[in-house]
């Protein structure tokens, strides 16, 4: 059964620098989405995206983040800048669309990133 | 803002018992998605089980059924004859019927399935 994946599992970074989470979404499916979880809160929303644009975003999804389907594959979130309050464990998710309800997200296993 | 509660963090239940998970929400709308999740330990999350707002049958998917009281805003999620395989981090989730499609979810509760 297809998965959506994603790399590295876990990445440490130094608060300041630049990282960048990758996943690759099941292959026909067509919207994306990022969440995160930091450590003992809910997994929240950051950002959707449908036809090479984002299509919702949170409050969270400030300009220090940005999303990219860089080659019709890969889906990516990028941190320009990363915090300590960064560190969190992020989740891909995908979806095929589907004009009934019954659209499962799919979601990946998670990167676990840590800022020190 | 919709919002989702769970209020058991942890859970424990022997092997081939029942256990029920607890999980309220609060919105505004009348029509929606209601979602459990699971995610084994180092593993993604999968969908469980799920319901529509307007259905008042409540839904079943083998061992797993749900208790959904709409007026009670209450989604309970119910694990019959519990097999270790169940042990996991449950979440709840609610999706709006319309506009935003991304899923509000509650903190998990994490089950133990003791042999």
């Known amino acids: 059964e297809p998965e959506v994946t994603q790399t590295p599992s876990h990445q440490v970074t130094q608060m300041g620098q630049e990282v960048i989470l990758r996943c690759v979404p099941i292959s026909n499916h067509l919207y994306f989405y990022w969440y995160r979880q930091i450590l003992g809160q809910k997994v929240e929303f950051l950002v959707s995206f449908y036809n090479n644009e984002i299509s919702e975003k949170s409050e969270i999804f400030d300009d220090q983040f940005s999303v990219e389907r860089p080659d019709g594959s890969n889906f990516t979130l990028k941190i320009r800048s990363t915090k300590l309050e960064d560190s969190a464990m992020y989740f891909c998710?995908?979806?095929?669309?589907?004009?009934?309800?019954?659209?499962?997200?799919?979601f990946g296993p998670g990167t676990r990133l840590t800022v020190l | 803002a919709q919002t989702v509660t769970q209020s058991q963090p942890e859970m424990s239940v022997q092997e081939a018992e029942t256990v029920t998970l607890s999980c309220t929400y609060d919105?505004?709308?009348?029509?929606?998605?209601l979602f459990w999740y699971k995610q084994p330990p180092s593993r993604q999350m999968i969908l469980v089980i799920r319901?529509?707002?307007?259905?008042?049958q409540n839904a079943t998917e083998n061992r797993f059924s749900v208790n959904f009281q709409k007026a009670a805003k209450s989604f309970s999620l119910k694990i019959s004859d519990s097999q270790l395989g169940d042990a996991a981090m449950y979440f709840c989730a609610y999706r709006s019927i319309s506009g935003a499609n991304n899923l509000f979810f509650g903190t998990g509760t994490r089950l133990t399935v003791i042999p």
């Open positions: 319901q529509e707002a307007y259905k008042q």
């Open positions: 998710a995908s979806r095929r669309f589907s004009a009934g309800w019954a659209d499962t997200q799919y």
């Open positions: 919105t505004s709308e009348s029509d929606y998605y």
